[in-house]
């Protein structure tokens, strides 16, 4: 059963426009959901979080939002750039191990 | 250097041969974790160690993966055997704040072809 769920492969917006990724978990005790950001021949970096505590986060252009009661996170990016291009991991958090979602490829048209 | 460091960076090798795969993490940080990424997949969880705790092997896909960690810092993944699906990049990870946020930092993989 995979407990972290990115259910778009992936997404296509244009340059200014918001683009909104979005994530589903199963399970409640996650404490701490990240969004990391991985360009081609690199490792993932870490982009923005969000304590289970919390329904919002913003960071500059990045804003993650959290609705435990329906298990779902989103992360929005406004105004979207073409060097956002990139494929985006949902993790989630508990016990000092991190579940990934598959990733979701965002590609930004200038 | 200040980030995590992996080598080799491509890896090619023959069915049946095995294979050790090097992680340096960043100095201090007492969280290192192993992923598997295939080829359009998500990271696949391998395996973690914490300071020095008995380490977490509950992800390893079997009993030809093993992995150790000398002196709390480099580790090393081995793969004996290698078999065709174990063709993949290896992403390792350090974190200084396992049990808070648990900031993951990555290091750039290796990639792995089982020919």
């Known amino acids: 059963d995979q407990q972290v769920k990115q259910n778009s492969p992936s997404l296509s917006v244009q340059e200014g426009r918001i683009s909104i990724l979005n994530c589903d978990y199963t399970n409640s005790m996650f404490d701490y959901f990240l969004w990391y950001k991985k360009y081609p021949a690199e490792g993932p970096t870490f982009l923005i979080s969000?304590?289970?505590?919390?329904d919002k986060n913003e960071d500059g252009r990045f804003t993650v939002f959290l609705n435990k009661s329906a298990k779902h996170l989103s992360l929005h990016i406004v105004p979207s750039q073409p060097g956002d291009s990139a494929v985006y991991f949902c993790a989630a958090t508990n016990a000092g191990k991190s579940t990934f979602g598959d990733g979701t490829t965002l590609t930004v048209k200038p | 250097g200040a980030g995590v460091s992996q080598s080799p960076s491509n890896k090619v090798t023959e069915k049946g041969k095995d294979v050790e795969l090097r992680c340096d993490p960043i100095s201090g940080h007492t969280a290192l974790y192993w992923y598997r990424q295939s080829l359009g997949q998500g990271l696949e969880f391998l395996i973690y160690?914490?300071?020095?705790?008995?380490?977490?092997k509950s992800g390893l896909p079997s009993d030809r993966f093993s992995a150790e960690r000398t002196g709390g810092s480099v580790s090393t993944l081995t793969i004996q055997r290698t078999q065709q699906e174990d063709s993949a990049v290896y992403l390792c990870?350090?974190?200084?704040?396992?049990?808070?946020?648990?900031?993951?930092?990555f290091g750039a993989g290796t990639r792995l072809s089982v020919l």
């Open positions: 160690f914490q300071g020095n705790s008995a380490p977490d």
């Open positions: 990870a350090s974190s200084s704040s396992p049990f808070s946020k648990n900031i993951q930092y």
């Open positions: 969000i304590s289970s505590i919390k």
